[in-house]
């Protein structure tokens, strides 16, 4: 049986995006407010991110989501949310 640790966050906590490279495991978080582009490639070792099993539009698409995520994540920072709360369930891995 799998555990899983879940728990929310308010859009205003969401700070970055976090890529990590897989080739040679650099992380690289770049602030929501400054993401007008997603990362294509790892500024460390120049590792194609959006490669191999990605045709040219199914990268295209990725890299638009990437930016539409931050875009809606910003507008929702910006809602002054007046007789609710509104917060993203996230998983949070278990130790065990």
């Not at 990590?20 to 495991?25: D, G, R």
């Not at 997603?38 to 590792?47: E, F, K, M, R, S």
Request: charged share 25%.
């Amino acid at each position: 049986m799998t555990m899983q640790q879940r728990t929310t966050i308010d859009p205003i906590d969401v700070l970055a995006i976090e890529y990590q490279c897989k080739k040679c495991k650099l992380r690289h978080a770049v602030a929501i407010e400054s993401i007008v582009r997603p990362q294509i490639t790892c500024p460390n070792c120049g590792a194609e991110w959006m490669k191999g099993r990605y045709v040219a539009h199914h990268a295209e698409r990725t890299e638009t989501a990437v930016v539409e995520f931050a875009n809606a994540l910003r507008s929702l920072q910006a809602i002054a949310m007046v007789d609710a709360e509104l917060r993203i369930e996230i998983v949070l891995p278990v130790k065990s």
